[in-house]
């Protein structure tokens, strides 16, 4: 299983990215639970967003209103659309995939994670 992250990038207080996660590896890639998780230097990896197989989402309270999840299953790939982002969004952000359908914003439950991309956010 492989996670391709990308999109991060440099913006001010108030702009918009949106990040990607290519899949590839899965045997049926519709029936887990996708997830984008974030670290920020000196703290721990924190869930984002989360989206099941029949596209139920869930936000943490810090991105909800600002954020949105969503997946093109045709393409086997995860989005992340951040708009008005905050100085305190800045942080690696990754793609995450669960074992199965079940999501949860722990990063413990996490089964496969793609590498980090930087999102840094200035005043």
């Known amino acids: 299983v492989q996670l391709v992250t990308s999109g991060g990038g440099s913006v001010q207080a108030g702009g918009s990215l949106r990040l990607s996660c290519a899949q590839s590896g899965y045997t049926s890639n519709q029936d887990r639970c996708m997830a984008w998780f974030r670290q920020a230097p000196g703290k721990e990896r924190e869930g984002v967003a989360t989206i099941d197989s029949h596209g139920t989402t869930f936000y943490a309270s810090s991105v909800k209103g600002r954020f949105t999840i969503s997946k093109d299953n045709a393409k086997n790939t995860l989005y992340l659309q951040m708009n008005n982002l905050k100085p305190e969004d800045t942080a690696l952000y990754y793609c995450?995939?669960?074992?199965?359908?079940?999501?949860?914003?722990?990063?413990?439950?996490?089964?496969?994670w793609g590498q980090g991309t930087q999102v840094s956010v200035s005043s």
């Open positions: 995450a995939a669960f074992g199965d359908n079940l999501c949860f914003l722990m990063a413990r439950m996490v089964r496969y």
